[in-house]
C-alpha cells in the first residue's frame, strides 16, 4: 500500500513507519511510504523524510488567501502522490472539505490521548491537569470533527506522580513510545490486510 504520511514536528512516528519499511525483508511491511507532507518547512519530520529518500511537499497555510484553497493545495499534492492510505502523524491542523472528500476513510491520524478524552492540540497536557491516572493514545479514523473520528486502537499509559513536575514532557515521550508501536502496528494491518468501516467500528480482518 502507498502511504503518504503528514507531519508538523519531530516525525518519530514517520520514523517509526520508515524503519518499519526499511527492516521488513523484502516488503513484507505492506506498505511503504511514498510522500510526506508538512504544514511547515525546516521541521526534522521533513528531515528524516529526506535522509529516507522519501519525496516531501509543504502546503503553508499563510501562502493561500484562506482554509479552503489551503486545503485544496495540500489535498491536490497529497493526491498527486496516489496514496491508499493517508496517515497524520503529529499533522497539527485540520484538514478541510475537499481533503476529506477525497481521501476519508483512507485516512488514519494517531493522537496522545484515549479519546474521546481529551481531544485537541493540549491532549497531554489536559490529561495531567485533570488528574487522571491512566491515559494513552488512539489510532483512529479521521472524520470531519476534530479527533472524533472512529477508533481502530488504543494504547494505555500510566501517569507517575513526577509527571506533573515537567509539564508532561516525560509522560507525552512514555506515550509516544507506546503510540509509535501502536501506530506501526495497525498501519501495517490496514495495508496488508485491508478493512471495512461500519458506522463506528472498523473491522480489520
Ligand atoms: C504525537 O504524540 C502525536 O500524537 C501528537 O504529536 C506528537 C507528534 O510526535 N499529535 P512526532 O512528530 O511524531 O514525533
Redo the contacts with the bound molecule.
Sequence with gaps: ARLVVL??????????LLDAVAEAPDGGYGAEVVAVGADRGSI??LERAERAGVPTFVCRLADHPDRAAWDHALAEATARFEPDLVV?????KIVGKEFLARFGGRFV????ALLPSFPG?H??RDALAYGVKVTG?TVHLVDDGVDTGPVIAQGVVEVRDEDHADEGAAL?ER??EV??RLLVEVVGRLARNGYRIQGRKVQIP
Aim: charged share 10%; aromatic share 4%.
Design positions: 507531519v508538523s514536528g519531530s516525525g518519530t512516528n514517520l520514523q517509526a526534522a519530520g497524520s502523524a503529529g499533522f497539527m491520524n494517531t493522537h496522545p492540540a491532549a497531554v493514545c507525552h506515550i509516544k503510540e509509535r
